[in-house]
């Protein structure tokens, strides 16, 4: 999966509580993202960076939260305003905002109980 | 929003035999992206094909790009069964990467 790392790969959670999930690479890339992927369904993107210290929202942000403090890590926290957090999350990563191509995570599956 | 929309929705195939799916965009696009997603993986990337390029071949894959008609397909020849997986067209909006938009994908089933 190309150099990105997602922990956990499978991530439980009580209603009404705050989690964060992490995204790591080693490829020196300057741009990162966060998408959604629901069952049968495309990827939707949350948020996205790109460069560190910057991010912007993407189609479906509300309920989400992020930081770049680091190069290598945009880390995604899920909170309790988000509605139905249960999805596939993948992150990607490219190597700059112009780039075309983008390379995947293994993903993080979250489930709310 | 969706813009890339993929026919058809799932295809089950023999091995050996050619597997052909097809992407439908509704906007001005830069270039349009071709991934496969292994069930409960990430994405790989397969092949990009620019706006002004009509068709591009990389090993087994072929891609077609049709502005006029703001579609395209995706041939894998000689299908196997490693390739079962689901695979997914990607557009830029016109925007760069930060704005790719996925469509929903087609449910390829190589049967051995």
């Known amino acids: 999966d190309g150099g990105i790392t997602q922990s956990p790969k499978y991530l439980f959670r009580k209603e009404g509580q705050n989690v964060t999930l992490s995204c790591e690479q080693n490829l020196n890339h300057d741009a990162m993202y966060w998408y959604r992927q629901d069952p049968g369904q495309g990827l939707r993107l949350i948020y996205y960076?790109?460069?560190?210290?910057?991010?912007q929202k993407g189609d479906i942000a509300e309920g989400y939260s992020v930081s770049r403090e680091k190069k290598e890590s945009f880390p995604l926290t899920v909170t309790s305003a988000q509605k139905n957090p249960t999805a596939f999350y993948l992150c990607a990563s490219s190597i700059d905002w112009r780039a075309d191509t983008q390379y995947f995570g293994p993903g993080t599956r979250l489930t709310v109980l | 929003s969706q813009q890339g929309e993929e026919d058809p929705q799932a295809l089950s195939i023999q091995e050996g035999e050619n597997a052909t799916m097809n992407c439908s965009y509704k906007?001005?696009?830069?270039?349009l992206q071709w991934y496969r997603q292994n069930s409960g993986r990430g994405l790989v990337h397969l092949i990009l094909?620019?706006?002004?390029?009509r068709e591009k071949h990389s090993g087994r894959l072929r891609v077609t790009l049709d502005t006029s008609k703001k579609s395209s397909s995706l041939l894998i020849t000689a299908s196997r069964a490693a390739d079962t997986a689901s695979y997914f067209c990607a557009t830029d909006r016109g925007q760069g990467a930060q704005k790719l938009v996925f469509g929903q994908g087609t449910r390829l089933t190589i049967n051995p």
């Open positions: 960076s790109q460069i560190v210290n910057d991010f």
């Open positions: 906007t001005s696009i830069n270039n």
């Open positions: 094909i620019r706006s002004n390029e």
